[in-house]
Nanobody
Framework: QVQLVESGGGVVQAGGSLRLSCAHS????????VGWFRQAPGKEREFVAA????????KYTDSVKGRFTISRDNAKNTAYLQMISLKFEDTAVYYC?????????????????WGQGTQVTVSS
């Protein structure tokens, strides 16, 4: 059974930084595309970033380009989302997910397994 556990969320002031981690178990992490999504209160879940199995291809939503960096360490079965210059509007529950598709997709239904999420709160 594939499990994903996010960690690293918290409360940070605007302009601050956080690094989220997504620990995987129960599957073959190195073959999956990993995506990060987020959902703010009262809003729909949205795509944030994705990385392919080797790390050679990444994709970001426009609002986080230049501020967020997705990466992975297949030896540790873990993916990361480094977030800098955080803004109030980044406040959300952040979820990691894995897909068996090779492309770095931004559509939630393409991702088969999801974590429980970690809260990121940015105070203005």
């Amino acid at each position: 059974q594939v499990q994903l556990v996010e960690s690293g969320g918290g409360v940070v002031q605007a302009g601050g930084s956080l690094r989220l981690s997504c620990a995987h178990s129960g599957g073959t992490f190195s073959i999956y595309t990993v995506g990060w999504f987020r959902q703010a209160p009262g809003k729909e879940r949205e795509f944030v970033a994705a990385i392919n199995w080797s790390g050679s291809s990444t994709k970001y939503t426009d609002s986080v380009k230049g501020r967020f960096t997705i990466s992975r360490d297949n030896a540790k079965n873990t993916a990361y989302l480094q977030m800098i210059s955080l803004k109030f509007e980044d406040t959300a529950v952040y979820y990691c997910a894995v897909s068996v598709f090779g492309d770095v997709g931004d559509q939630g239904p393409a991702y088969r397994y999801w974590g429980q999420g970690t809260q990121v709160t940015v105070s203005s």
